[in-house]
């Protein structure tokens, strides 16, 4: 079996799908994007056509290595986000090829379905206890939210009050029947996030996400260290070496590696399985399209430390198409008493409506994420 082309599709709101090829009618899908960036994604994937057309497909890890080793540029958002839609196109071919799951590829499963969560709110939080009220209607127990919108490196305790009110009234409105993962998203510094888990820890939140961007490493180990709070981190990291200093600080205790971003199935695994050894929670990033989130499953499906799953379902950036919209009628996800269930169908084991990809891919995207400023006109953390 060999690789004969690689295709890719820019499809909205904001995604990109990749496809392989082979020469014996095998097809597997990718998706390959950083979010603001497909374009550059597109790009870097008709490079790599070069080295990998006429390649076995099959040879997933060798493949990956070449990729990754090739030159003396390693790592980083662009190259990994490449190497993961291709990564994952290529567990999906092995899979169909022989008939089986990826997850039987890799031992097989420890689960048959996963905890997922939804998101609520926007870029800036708004809507949050209507918002909660209606996934617990839909039947989950979790939700993710950010929880402020522009913060200054030091701002007012005004500040501080509104954040807080926001979050009490939610806690007081959902009561315990409903979990609440806080998202500062890397736009909280490390005076205001001092302050603002010492004051959360009544919420009781599932867990705060990127309480400080992801380059402090340093100062997330010392605010993990100060707070009961557990601490997420993993979305802007793009490969074990990016995880080594956040296990080695005991910066978090929850990782959110992105299998679009950080190498694809294959690395995804390997950080996973690494996190146990360490006592770490996995909760897969995925606000993504749909093969990303097929991705995901897989990876929940062998590593045991998993223990939710975030998914893209009805979340505000979807507004010209969601993750049925791609996927053929029967092909798609199964969701019940908010878990999805492992797929259980070759490959990724969901089926990609390639007609509507192709379709979509003629309008295209053009999707940029905001600038935000601060009151004085400086350029804030979106």
């Known amino acids: 079996m060999k690789i004969t082309a690689l295709k890719t599709f820019l499809v909205a709101p904001r995604w990109l799908f990749l496809k392989v090829e082979t020469d014996e009618g095998v097809s597997g899908w990718g998706e390959p994007v950083l979010e603001g960036h497909a374009e550059t994604l597109a790009a870097k994937l008709a490079e790599i056509a070069d080295f990998v057309i006429g390649l076995d497909p099959r040879r997933v890890e060798d493949i990956w290595q070449m990729l990754y080793r090739n030159g003396c540029y ?53 809507g949050l206890i209507e918002g909660a009220h209606a996934m617990r209607d839909r039947g989950f127990d979790a939700v993710k939210f950010n929880i402020c919108e522009e913060l200054q490196i030091v701002d007012t305790y005004a500040a501080v009050d509104t954040i807080l009110k926001r979050l009490f009234d939610l806690r007081a409105s959902v009561g315990s029947t409903m979990d609440l993962a806080f998202d500062f998203h890397g736009r909280v510094h490390l ?42 981190i993993g979305e ?89 919209d791609y996927t053929l009628p029967g092909g798609g996800f199964v969701l019940s008493g908010g878990c999805l269930q492992i797929p259980t169908g070759p490959g990724l084991g969901i089926e990609i409506d390639e007609a509507r990809v192709a379709e979509a891919a003629r309008t295209g995207h053009r999707w940029r994420a905001p600038v935000w400023r601060h009151k004085d006109g400086s350029v804030a953390e979106w």
């Open 74 to 126: 390693r790592g980083g958002p662009v190259l990994m986000s490449a190497i993961a839609g291709l990564d994952t196109a290529l567990w999906d071919i092995k899979g169909r090829a022989l008939g089986v799951p990826i997850y039987e590829l890799l031992g097989g499963p420890v689960r048959e379905r996963i905890r997922s969560y939804c998101w609520i709110g926007g870029d800036r939080p708004g």
């Open 191 to 232: 005076p205001m996030a001092r302050i603002l888990l010492k004051e959360m820890e009544p919420l009781r939140p599932l867990f705060v996400e990127d309480a400080v961007v992801s380059a402090m490493v340093e100062s997330m180990a010392d605010l993990a260290r100060a707070t009961s709070i557990p601490l997420c």
């Open 236 to 324: 802007r990291l793009h490969s074990r070496y990016d995880f080594k200093p956040v296990f080695e600080r005991r910066a978090a205790q929850v990782i959110n590696p992105d299998p679009a971003h950080v190498g694809g199935i294959s690395e995804t695994i390997r950080i996973g399985h690494w996190a146990e050894a360490y006592d770490v929670a996995l909760a897969p990033h995925c606000p993504l399209g749909p093969i990303a989130l097929a991705a995901c499953l897989q990876v929940d499906a062998v590593c045991h430390n998993a223990f939710i799953q975030e998914q893209s379902l009805g979340i505000h950036y979807n507004q010209q198409g969601d993750l049925a």
